[in-house]
């Protein structure tokens, strides 16, 4: 015999309770999944509301740096005076002008310090990475000139002067760099001088264009040396570095220079040589008039009486024999004429 229609009824209702916390289980897990589906849609929501917010912020900044780039344009043609020029003649745009104005302070962003790029131990440059900030603590880029100085730092906290470097505002605003992490002036200065200590103290000095306001900024940085001494005389310039004029050489050996001399040398008789008198140069006497040149001559052309003989003795003279004038030829007779004849005598 089969089951019994009363048995068949006690087994259902287990089974239908079971199908019914299944449904709500399914139910309770397509809700839950619903809602986290929201919640992400909201998120998302957020974040694009945010870069929108940011958009909108910097296209207010923007638009706000033109209208005071504009008013004072219109100062400029009303007559009205502006802010003396930069330094070297570099022509700036008004607005980055205006944006000069707007910075509040400066700061030494992440990737300052040592680079190495010659493959060999130790670095061999510093690198640097100067940002502008305005009021908001955004970076901007404004123009302006930047002076380093770098102190190393030894094991008493003492701090010894080891290289100030000047970097103008044409090769400074080459430099900019807008990166995810970091944002500003990213400068690559090549040791003057070989530190000899790990820990550098960097203190960085920026003057803003045109209205010469300055910033500063410092940072301690640990760079790696050169196995054993530090080297002496100017490193090596890597690539992509900063042009900030000559480099300054270090202490060069003590070899062949002449022995120090403990005071002034003065001149004395042995080492003295007195000079030669310079020629004297008189002037020239000006020529005579004509007419005494003339009698002159004449005077040297008339024969003198007596010729005096120093040599011999003073006394000694040697008479010249006198000028006998020859007598003058007898002029012949006149001759006579005779009268004329007549024809009767011839």
Known sequence: MG??????RSVRPPRAAWLRLSGAILAIVILTSGCRSRSDLVEAELRGREREVQQLRAELQRSELLNHALEG????????????PPPGGEIIDRPIVMMANTVQRIELGRGTGGVDEDKWPGDE?????VTPRDGDGSAIKAPGHLVVKVFEVSSEGLKV????????????????????FASGYFVTLPWRNWPSSERLRVVAQFATLPDNRWFEADKDVTIKL????????SAPLPAGSVPVGPPVLGPGPAEG???PVDGPKFPTMS?????????KIGLAKPAPPIEERLQQRIEAAKPADTVSAPILNESFRIEAPPVIAEPAAPSPPPARLSPPQSPAEK
């Open 161 to 180: 002067p080891l290289g100030k470097w000047e970097v103008a505002s044409a090769d400074l605003q080459k430099t900019w760099r807008s990166g995810v």
């Open 257 to 259: 220079l002449p022995p």
């Open 3 to 8: 089951p019994t229609n009363a048995s068949r």
């Open 125 to 129: 440059a510093l690198t640097l990475v």
């Open 226 to 233: 050169m196995p054993g001494a530090p080297r002496q005389g």
């Open 271 to 279: 080492n003295w040589t007195p000079n030669a008198p310079a020629a």
């Open 73 to 84: 344009e219109l100062r400029h043609r009303q007559g009205a005076v502006l802010p003396f």
